[in-house]
């Protein structure tokens, strides 16, 4: 019983983490950035996350790009309440991760990861189109190894943020092997 559905997981997963929809609230530079990323130069099509979605019940993923401001978190918040699960969240450039050179402002929000869950962090002061990529792809990976059938709360992270439950022996020790390298 367990081969039929990790077998189903895999298959599940490979197919949400090649048709991930975003919804994107880009309130500045690094909104820019993201539409660049859907031109022909970088191309978001080749990797399966082209489609952006204006409705948040449609969407997979939101990607806040650029500053929150106080008065804009609570729209932030009902949005990503709106999406159905499984749900991400992707933080493009400085102002959404930390506040960015806006930080000292009263009006600013010190980073989304206050009041969201964030599960990529793309950083920039803006972000170049590379970076977007790479930070999608890593999204990529992180939903295919994700346990499906357990529900959302049933996730064994690894502190890097990788779900690493009921994988492989061999695929976990390379991971963590390349996680090794990298530091």
């Given at each position: 019983m367990n081969v039929v559905l990790g077998n189903l997981d895999q298959m599940i997963n490979w197919g949400r983490a090649n048709s991930l929809w975003s919804?994107?609230?880009a309130t500045s530079c690094c909104?820019?950035?993201f539409m660049a990323c859907g031109?022909?130069?970088y191309d978001f099509a080749r990797f399966g996350?082209?489609?952006t979605r204006n409705s948040p019940r449609q969407a997979d993923l939101?990607?806040?790009?650029g500053t929150i401001t106080h008065k804009m978190a609570p729209v932030l918040k009902r949005l990503y309440d709106e999406?159905?699960?499984p749900k991400y969240v992707v933080a493009v450039g400085g102002c959404a991760i930390s506040g960015g050179p806006f930080k000292?402002?009263?009006h600013v929000v010190k980073g989304i990861d206050e009041f969201l869950p964030v599960d990529v962090?793309?950083?920039g002061c803006p972000p170049r189109p590379e970076a977007i990529l790479y930070g999608m792809m890593q999204l990529q990976r992180k939903v295919k190894v994700e346990k499906f059938f357990g529900g959302a709360n049933h996730k064994e992270k690894d502190p890097n943020g990788i779900v690493i439950k009921d994988l492989p022996k061999k695929f976990v020790e390379d991971l963590k092997k390349s996680w090794a390298e990298k530091k």
């Amino acid at each position: 019983m367990n081969v039929v559905l990790g077998n189903l997981d895999q298959m599940i997963n490979w197919g949400r983490a090649n048709s991930l929809w975003s919804l994107t609230f880009a309130t500045s530079c690094c909104g820019i950035e993201f539409m660049a990323c859907g031109c022909a130069r970088y191309d978001f099509a080749r990797f399966g996350f082209e489609v952006t979605r204006n409705s948040p019940r449609q969407a997979d993923l939101i990607m806040c790009a650029g500053t929150i401001t106080h008065k804009m978190a609570p729209v932030l918040k009902r949005l990503y309440d709106e999406m159905a699960e499984p749900k991400y969240v992707v933080a493009v450039g400085g102002c959404a991760i930390s506040g960015g050179p806006f930080k000292s402002s009263y009006h600013v929000v010190k980073g989304i990861d206050e009041f969201l869950p964030v599960d990529v962090y793309i950083p920039g002061c803006p972000p170049r189109p590379e970076a977007i990529l790479y930070g999608m792809m890593q999204l990529q990976r992180k939903v295919k190894v994700e346990k499906f059938f357990g529900g959302a709360n049933h996730k064994e992270k690894d502190p890097n943020g990788i779900v690493i439950k009921d994988l492989p022996k061999k695929f976990v020790e390379d991971l963590k092997k390349s996680w090794a390298e990298k530091k």
